[in-house]
């Protein structure tokens, strides 16, 4: 009944940069966190960013110092600025969100490529 429409992702050159959006919509009630999670071939899914309802935020380590997690809470949406973008940041990108109370939602995830 929550829907999760992501945007933003593409083919990036190293050292490039790109915004992904992330917009809650449908029966949305509270919304205490929201954030980012990645996988790439081969690999599990793994954090990439979160953001709690107070603003505190977490990141993987691998993109401390690039990445930078924001949520517009009025319009119930998620955003990942990414910058000086690795071959190793590509993935599939997938929205998370948790509503106070109740279920974690997915995105259908966005596909990040970089390379030159």
């Known amino acids: 009944q929550v829907q999760l429409v992501e945007s933003g992702g593409g083919l990036v050159q190293p050292g490039g940069s790109l915004r992904l959006s992330c917009a809650a919509s449908?029966?949305?009630?509270?919304?205490?966190?929201m954030g980012w999670y990645r996988q790439a071939p081969g690999k599990q899914r793994e954090l990439v960013a979160t953001?709690?309802?107070?603003?505190?935020?977490n990141y993987a380590d691998s993109v401390k110092g690039r990445f930078t997690i924001s949520r517009d809470n009025a319009k119930n949406t998620v955003y990942l600025q990414m910058t000086s973008l690795k071959p190793e940041d590509t993935a599939l990108y997938y929205c998370?969100?948790?509503?106070?109370?109740?279920?974690?939602?997915w995105g259908q995830g966005t596909q990040v490529s970089v390379s030159a």
């Open positions: 449908g029966s949305v009630r509270i919304i205490n966190a």
């Open positions: 998370w969100v948790k509503e106070l109370f109740t279920n974690n939602y």
């Open positions: 953001i709690t309802s107070g603003g505190s935020t």
